[in-house]
């Protein structure tokens, strides 16, 4: 209620008496994902192959992207059987790099434990004067390198 008074300080005196009556909401924010997403002709898409913390706002362009890369494969090739593998072995592909990338991202701006503030206090004041040391897989998609060097860049190692 202070940050509100603080936006809206007229309206502070309508929900003085105001209680907290519990969280709204709570939800899993943990990843989850089958190896290999197509079996006997049927293929899983979206949620059903995989989940990411929902913080980071992937489910979507997951979804998105998963539906194109198995249209893509289904056109290459008349062996649809063929296709369906194709697909789940280029989604475990990017899935992995989203979750690696959503990881990082995670310790860095989330865990309180001290190894992650120990890792702030280096990388933040790094990440202050260039922004581009924090990966932009989030938007641009899990195409960009996932490696060492991009993780040393937003930890501040490098």
Known sequence: MKESQKVAPNLAESYAQAKTAGPLAAFEVGESWVEHPYRDGVALLGDAASTSDPTFGQGMATTLRDARVLRDALLAQSDWDQAGHAYARCHDVYFQKEYKVCGWLRTLFQDPSPL????????????????????????????????????ARLFGEC
């Open 116 to 151: 992650a503030q120990a890792l702030r206090q280096r990388a933040m004041p790094k990440i202050a004067e260039d922004l581009s040391r924090v990966p932009d897989h989030l938007f641009s998609g899990p195409d960009l390198p996932v490696d060492d060097s991009v993780r």
